[in-house]
């Protein structure tokens, strides 16, 4: 089992920065996927950030290229998510998950799961 806890969310203006944090506990994460996803109130799930945990190979959705940027410390059990240039459409409760490598890893379908990180940008 892994467990995931989020943290670093809050209320900040456009154009501000914010770093999530996802410590995670219970197992090693070699193997596995790590992901950040959303949602915004009225609209599913969707995929902003991956990394490989053994590797560092990252992949982001297209609105947030450029401006988020994922990463994991092994030696903290950590993952993050630095959020440069936030926009008012950017809001959203921020989840982490993981997944083992090989599987399908998706908003819906992966193997652990945060509680969530609330991030609202004002106008």
């Known amino acids: 089992q892994v467990q995931l806890l989020e943290s670093g969310g809050g209320l900040v203006q456009t154009g501000d920065s914010l770093r999530l944090s996802c410590a995670a506990s219970?197992?090693?994460?070699?193997?596995?996927?790590m992901g950040w996803f959303r949602q915004a109130p009225g609209k599913a799930r969707e995929f902003v950030a991956t990394?490989?945990?053994?590797?560092?190979?990252?992949g982001y959705a297209d609105s947030v290229k450029g401006r988020f940027t994922i990463s994991r410390d092994k030696a903290k059990n950590t993952v993050y998510l630095q959020m440069n240039s936030l926009k008012p459409e950017d809001t959203a409760v921020y989840y982490c998950?993981?997944?083992?490598?090989?599987?399908?890893?998706?908003?819906?379908?992966?193997?652990?799961g945060g509680q969530g990180t609330q991030v609202t940008v004002s106008s």
């Open positions: 998950a993981a997944a083992r490598v090989g599987t399908n890893f998706t908003p819906t379908t992966y193997d652990y």
């Open positions: 219970g197992r090693s994460l070699s193997g596995y996927f």
């Open positions: 990394i490989t945990w053994s590797g560092g190979t990252t």
